[in-house]
């Protein structure tokens, strides 16, 4: 297995603090590199139509926009650990222009939307964690339990047919678009998600971003949950109770922040799970510094 340096010796220290400096620049990434083929590592794991609520309401035209960046095709980016990649790691996924004028639309709504916000320094939404009944699953889990925290049921298998879960996992990105975010606005009106890919060593402006997105999110409206894509590697942080010599892709239900977004709060479907043998090492409920979970997504993103 690939021993990668994300250069993560730092992270856990002098995570950036945010309730002073909402208006921090936003970096949106959006590198175009296809994706290598390799076997696969171990498996923890119509267009949305919200208005943009207290970000600034959209206008249909750009609710539309935003929209079709989860469902316009997009280069094939897979739930798979890459073997053979770069001693640095692989580059940020590639994204469809759909994508990245979506998410460069709600990205400059969040800043709107924080100039005139004043988000807690700490919130939380329902825990909705379920036990992912597959061990592949990971995927269709995590979209359950987001949409039951925006009062929506969704099965885990009806959620992999739709996501169009193999036991490969779910992809980040296919043909058919972006699968987490075209289910989640398929089914729910709060939000119309998008996706934010990064590096295999995210920057710390990117770091700051996600903070910005996070309690932006958390805050919309009643609230709404963001799901992370870990891609964990042995050496690099993993999320809590995984272990750490391990290869794992994991999607993950991200559902609160503390401290003005430097610490995420997290929900995880291991937990519980009768496929999974390391299972009962993995709470239910976790908290994680935002730096440390940008790193543990880098290669993949977020879908907000």
Partial sequence: MPQFNRGWGNIGRGESMLSS?????VVATALVVAPSSASAGAHAGAPGRAAEGQEGRAAPGVAWRIATGAVEPAP?????VRAGTARHGPPAPPVSHAM????????????RYLRHARPAAARELA????SQIRNYFCGPATVSEMLAQMQVTLPQQAAARELGTTPAGTDWSNNHGYPVPRVLNAHQKLRSYVAVGLPWTPTAAQIRTFEIDLVTDINHGTGVPIAGNAYEVPGGPHLVGHPPGQEIMHWFDIRGYAQSGAITDYEDSVH???SIGWSSAVPAYS???SATIVYIVGARGYIW
Avoid: E, F, K
């Avoid at 094939?76 to 798979?80: E, G, H, N, R």
């Avoid at 825990?127 to 379920?130: H, P």
């Fill in 21 to 25: 400096s909402w208006l921090a620049p």
């Fill in 76 to 80: 094939l980016v897979t739930d798979v």
């Fill in 272 to 274: 519980g799970a009768p």
């Fill in 100 to 111: 990245a004028r979506a998410n460069a639309i709600r990205q400059a709504a969040a800043l």
């Fill in 287 to 289: 908290s994680l510094t």
């Fill in 127 to 130: 825990g909705t964690q379920q």
